[in-house]
């Protein structure tokens, strides 16, 4: 079992900064990999990144290559997501999410998921 606690998000203006959180507890978290999420109202929830369980191997979608960075800490059992360049289109609720091992921009492939922190990007 993984339960998933997220912290961060807010509001921002363009072009500001914003890093997430997600804590996770369980003692197998470092064979798991991770990925954020988001949602917008009115939209279906799309990948934004993921990072495999060793963080050997991150992905992220077109719309967010260059601007956010997804990074775990083992010790803390936590990753994050460093988003900057943040712009008005980013505005969503942001999810993180849990599975073995390797990571995968399918939302379906995710067993566990964060309780979702809202970002609000003000142009």
């Known amino acids: 079992q993984v339960q998933l606690v997220q912290s961060g998000g807010g509001l921002v203006q363009a072009g500001g900064s914003l890093k997430l959180s997600c804590a996770a507890s369980?003692?197998?978290?470092?064979?798991?990999?991770m990925g954020w999420f988001r949602q917008a109202p009115g939209k279906e929830r799309e990948f934004v990144a993921a990072?495999?369980?060793?963080?050997?191997?991150?992905d992220y979608a077109d719309s967010v290559q260059g601007r956010f960075t997804i990074s775990r800490d083992k010790d803390k059992n936590t990753v994050y997501l460093q988003m900057n360049s943040l712009k008005p289109e980013d505005t969503a609720v942001y999810y993180c999410a849990a599975r073995p091992l390797s990571g995968s921009s399918n939302q379906y492939a995710y067993g566990y998921w964060g309780q979702g922190t809202q970002v609000t990007v003000s142009s």
């Open positions: 990072i495999s369980w060793n963080g050997d191997y991150t």
């Open positions: 369980g003692r197998t978290f470092s064979r798991y990999a």
